[in-house]
């Protein structure tokens, strides 16, 4: 068995189109145009590259994008100002503070700072409530770029057995929730299951998002199942740094019934969500009827 491809690049245009679409009806239509303000604290290089990406692609599908670069030496109560500022802006729909924040700021603070309504992440601990509890939210942008492929690839997930490898707040957990919702039978796993190898090959939805490298191998993979590798790390090969998933692709791509490349995969569809999101958001405050296939 060879698996077949999910095209996370492919799939995320298509969001992009949709997000383009529906944001010109917001602007004909209605005379409301989605705005996204993005805060940069600080110059880490990878940071910086990804919010320029997010700034181009709002601009490319019709919405107005915010940028507030800071000094790395600013005060969390000026931060804190500044996202008070973003929460009474009408014109801003959704506030974005890019993470990892320097280290003399507390993150859980400034993110509980946004307006839930305008926190397009999905992290702020309220709408980490909602989402645990089936209520509606904003929901994470990487679990829900996994959910739309999965629900893209299979239809119906109710009654499949999920296994998420990875408890974190921004993936693992949400991805539970979602599947939930999705009545799929979830099991978190992580790097101290027991027999993490046998609760993995149970999955006939294998989601990996812990952050070790190739960590997950082919024999690990119930044949036929969907892996969704979430995992991107860079490790050197041959001479060279080259970007690998958590799953071991090689091995199994020979197994899997469909599987997400590293890149390629879930990672342009992080950016794409991050878009529909804003422009959920956007309707929810205008009363608006939200935009079909962009939201759970």
Known sequence: M????????????????KVAEHVARLKNEHGVTPGLAVV???EDPASQVYVRSKGKQTVEVGM??????????ISEADLLDLITKLNADPEIH????QLPLPAHLNSDLVINSIDPAKDVDGFHISNVGLLGTGQKSMVPCTPLGCLMMLRDHHGSLSGLEAVVVGRSNIVGKPMAQLLLGESCTVTIAHSRTKDLAETCRRADILVAAVGRAEMIPGDWVKPGATVIDVGINRI???GKRVLVGDVHFDS???V????TPVPGGVGPMTIACLLANTVTAC???NGLPEPDGLTV
């Not at 107005?64 to 030496?73: I, Q, R, V, W």
């Not at 959704?94 to 503070?97: E, F, K, Q, S």
């Not at 899997?256 to 599987?259: F, L, Q, S, T, V």
């Open 236 to 238: 050197e090969r041959d």
């Open 64 to 73: 107005a994008s915010f940028e507030h670069k800071l000094a790395p030496d």
């Open 40 to 42: 940069l604290v600080g």
């Open 94 to 97: 959704g506030i974005l503070v």
């Open 283 to 285: 309707c929810r405050a």
């Open 256 to 259: 899997a019934g469909a599987i």
């Open 2 to 17: 060879t698996a077949s491809i999910l095209d996370g690049k492919s799939f995320a245009a298509s969001i992009r189109e």
């Open 252 to 254: 199994a791509a020979q």
